[in-house]
């Protein structure tokens, strides 16, 4: 089995851009780096972009820059104009955004992803969750499907940002007009020209709960309802509602928390 891995990655190693975004999250950003810089897979390209941070977030980011390949530091419009700024750089083959407080699961998952099968247009796979400590929360109560396509998000977002690594060719800008729900619209969009999309069958990030989705909840629930209506019709988007409502309730009274 172990042969078969490693012919497989021999076989099939394309440039993956991972890209951080990151502004004044000290405490955060080295973790972050080291679990893409530690990575056993080599073809990787790492793109920072950081929102001119005046909390020590720089002078870090620069203790590795020999080993960074692309660093924007300036003023941006949000996080999204600030992804936006790192997927324009990008030259890899697969994009894959990582951004500060996130982590990938363990030091062999990207040479795992893309070991799984050749030439996808999308891999996928698990997310855990994690607390300003770094301890596991389990598992997201969204858990990945075991087959993805562009309807897939109706019932809520199943694939975290950070398990998704999408043929750049099929990606397009971020729609600055969502300022906190951006990446539903983007996975969305790019899904739609898929051919072949890959379940990986295993965790491939870590996910820091937070963020400023979770702060500005309920503007972040009005652009997801939104950007779901655009796609699945409003009918179908109210009644997904009802369903994701059901289950959220349904998975607090069991587990006395959300775990998105």
């Not at 999204?80 to 700024?85: F, G, I, L, S, T």
């Not at 909840?217 to 796609?231: A, C, G």
């Not at 069991?254 to 998105?260: F, G, I, S, Y």
């Amino acid at each position: 089995m172990k042969a078969c891995y490693k012919r497989r990655v021999l076989m099939f190693e394309p440039k993956l851009s991972v890209i951080t975004i990151v502004y004044n999250n000290v405490r955060d950003i080295e973790r972050t780096m080291l679990s893409v810089l530690g990575q056993t897979y080599s073809p990787i390209e790492y793109i920072i972009v950081d929102g001119l941070s005046t909390d020590g977030t720089l002078e870090v980011i620069n203790t590795y820059q020999d080993r960074i390949s692309k660093l924007i530091s300036e003023k941006d419009k949000g996080i999204y104009d600030a992804m936006n700024k790192g997927l324009a750089v990008a030259t890899g083959d697969y994009v894959i955004f990582m951004n500060s407080g996130d982590e990938f699961y363990d030091k062999d998952t990207v040479a795992a992803v893309f070991a799984s099968a050749d030439e996808a247009d999308i891999y996928y796979g698990e997310t855990e969750m994690i607390d300003d400590n770094s301890q596991s929360l389990g598992q997201r109560r969204h858990r990945a499907p075991a087959t993805f396509t562009w309807r897939s998000f109706k019932y809520g977002m199943s694939i975290s940002h950070q398990a998704i690594y999408i043929r750049r060719s099929l990606t397009e800008p971020y729609d600055n007009m969502y300022q906190l729900s951006a990446d539903i619209d983007w996975i969305i969009r790019a899904a739609k020209k898929t051919k072949k999309i890959v379940n990986v069958n295993r965790y491939v990030a870590r996910y820091l709960v937070g963020g400023m989705s979770k702060k500005r909840h309920r503007q972040s629930l009005q652009e997801r309802f939104n950007i779901m209506k655009r796609y699945y019709g409003l009918i179908p988007t109210v009644f997904y509602h009802f369903v994701i409502a059901f289950n959220l309730g349904w998975y607090w009274l069991k587990n006395k928390r959300t775990n998105d």
